[in-house]
């Protein structure tokens, strides 16, 4: 047996070039007639689509109510997403779900009549709604702006598509704000009402707490009691002092010593009046019970105190939501309005041709070159060339 030589690279290139060049006819008109017809269609069959884009800012970044009453509680952000105020991010994503929202996509179905302009002979309203939103597109780029497009065979009805859509979008989430604050404003309402009232009742309570037990300024009534009580024991020792001079000296019996004695019982009284709170009228206060009303005072003073700033808080969100529920301002500034662009964007002609072509050729080559080994096998009666002759016979003839 001879022995077969490898069969280059080189060689099989020429062998598929020489069986194209066989069929040279067959090769020319499976490429010809499907690039004509690509050709025919994108050229006049086929509508072109233009596009329209703009770009968009998220809503202006400000300093929200959710950080100011995050802070007044000490940072409990739990507290402000139950209550319904977001932050910036949040709005840009509220601003997100409207733009990418059924109803709004529904919205611009109505108003341009899109079931005719898209000649849509479909059942449900989802298909329509599915054609619409192949058409439109939104993202975040690169400078974390909102860019969104929308393709049409009409450029002037693809621009206003995106302006109606910005429009809409703006003041859906105005209004999405609005009731937001108008939430808000309600719960810092009732809460101020309580507030109050728990102020005015604390209030009442304290002033009753004042006049019943005398205390008015604990700090200013101790130092005074303190005070008085040092001066009258250094009376007390001083007259202590002199009668036990005037004793030694004179007796018991003398007339100085009875007045002394008469001083004496009358500091005595005073201190013990003094000890026993006899004098609260005066604002001095009972050093046994000192203690206690003094704790009691402050703790009713600190709580009066933190009404007072949860009320002043209070009082200030109310009024600054009552502002933001008012307020009826552009959130979503346009930076590049969408405009007219005659520029076609599909169907792209150059790259269908080229690939078309491309395709039909090759499996133009494909064909002339399984023909041709075909023959190849045949003519040396090869268990291939029969089976490839029963399956033509089967396909072409259909018979057994």
Known sequence: M????????????????????????????????????VFVMVMWVVKPKYAASAIVTPPASTQSMAGALSGMLGGASGMTSFLGLSETSEDANAVWTILNSWELHNMVIDKFDLARHYEFKGKFHADLLKEFRKNFGLEMNKEEMFSLYYKDTDPKLA????????????????????????QSREYFQS????????????????????????VYEPTVQLEATIKYLSELQAMREEVNMEMNFEKLDRGENSKRYQELSKRMKGMNSALGGTL??????????????????????????????????????????????????????TNLHVLEPPWEN????????????????????FFATLLCNLVEYMRSESRTNSKTAAEWDFFVKKIFFWRK
């Open 159 to 182: 621009v206003k598509v995106i302006q109606f859509m910005l429009e809409k979008a703006d003041s859906s989430f105005n209004a999405f704000k609005t009731r937001q604050a108008r």
């Open 2 to 37: 001879e022995k077969q030589e490898p069969i280059g690279f080189v060689e099989i290139c020429l062998r598929i070039l020489n069986n194209d060049l066989k069929h040279f006819k067959f090769v020319a008109a499976f490429v010809l007639i499907p690039t004509i017809v």
């Open 276 to 329: 026993k709170g006899k004098h609260s009228d005066i604002g001095i206060m009972e050093l046994k019970k000192s203690p206690q009303l003094y704790s009691e005072y402050l703790k009713r003073e600190a709580e009066i105190r933190i009404q007072e700033a949860m009320y002043k808080v209070l009082r200030q969100q109310s009024e600054q939501m009552r502002m933001e529920e008012a307020k009826m301002l």
């Open 342 to 361: 005659d520029k076609k964007i599909s169907p792209k002609r150059g790259l269908l041709l080229v690939f078309t072509v491309f395709i039909t050729f």
């Open 191 to 214: 809460r101020l009402d309580s507030c109050e009232h728990a102020l005015d009742s604390l209030l009442k309570d304290f002033v009753n707490f004042q006049v019943t037990n005398n």
